[in-house]
């Protein structure tokens, strides 16, 4: 995950933000969703969506290969660790917590960390291709989440707090990436409508 815009904000609290019911009491009406014109196994509710995310992120990102951004002179590999879902004011509120992997010659030179908290229904939520180039030299391939109005992401960069407009997850694997972009949109209460 990357977050591409980042403002400073250093009184923000990413638990405060993030603090809420478990993912078990999300509860909302069945919803069908559809990727792609194929149909996937429906989320029943938004407890599904959040399970299913909370599962399939941290696996997906596991397969993913290193990336280079242009202009670099290492690779990085984001692992996400947890993805927790509560409640909150405005619907679900995911909350990332990932890691990431400096490598040069395929030895790793430096570690960090990377929590984004959102809500989101504050974010529009669309499949993205990246500048970033995988080690088997296809283009980066994501999940957006793009703030609707002001910055909204809330991030704490190896401790450093900031707010965002925009933040991604890589997930390479086409059929993963529209299964986790279908389960977000679920969270939503939207089905995907490409």
């Known amino acids: 995950m990357r977050v591409l815009m ?29 990727v792609a014109d ?10 599904d969506a959040a399970a299913f ?37 405005r619907g ?21 960390t990377h929590q984004a908290a959102f809500s989101v229904n504050d974010v529009a939520i669309t499949l993205e291709t990246a500048e970033d180039v995988a080690d088997t030299g296809a283009k980066a391939q994501g999940v957006l989440f793009t703030c609707v109005g002001e910055p909204c992401i809330q991030s704490v960069w190896d401790g450093q ?16 990436r529209d299964q986790i972009l279908a389960a977000f949109l679920a969270l939503q209460g939207k089905a995907d409508s490409r």
Do not use: C, H, M
């Open 53 to 89: 995310l909370s599962e399939a992120l941290p696996a997906a990102t596991t397969a993913n290969p290193k990336y280079r951004t242009p202009g670099t002179d290492y690779d990085r590999r984001w692992l996400i660790k947890t993805v927790e879902f509560s409640r909150g004011e």
């Open 38 to 47: 194929t149909e996937l196994s429906s989320f029943a509710s938004e407890a």
């Open 6 to 34: 980042g403002f400073a904000a250093p009184s923000l609290l990413l638990l405060e933000f993030a603090a809420g019911a478990s993912p078990g009491a999300l509860d909302v009406t069945p919803l069908e969703v559809k």
């Open 92 to 112: 679900a509120i995911a909350t990332i917590d990932e890691a990431f992997e400096d490598y040069r010659n395929d030895a790793i030179v430096s570690r960090g």
């Open 161 to 176: 707090k900031s707010v965002s407009a925009r933040t991604d997850v890589y997930v390479q694997d086409a059929q993963r």
